[in-house]
């Protein structure tokens, strides 16, 4: 199901009530936030760098942001002349 309009998010409220916040998962992107913050920029004249740093220790500070790190390991052939030595 899709709530991409307030009238959706309206009959969802109507219907359940206060507890309709428990229906819905809410979720952004680096792209949606880049997209908003040219709105913002273009409003306000700030630079997206500022905007962008702003939202994202916004949302580091609310736990918002999950980081992780990985590490690749790969496997590589030994050549015959290279094993030899």
Known sequence: MSLETRAAVEALKAALGPEWETAVTVETSKSAI????????????????????????????????????????????VKAADAAQ
């Open 34 to 77: 880049t997209t908003a913050a040219r709105v913002v920029k273009a409003r306000t004249g700030e630079s997206m760098r500022a905007i962008e740093a702003r939202t994202y220790e916004a949302l580091r500070a609310a736990g918002a942001i999950k980081t992780s790190t990985s590490v690749r390991v790969e496997e590589r052939a």
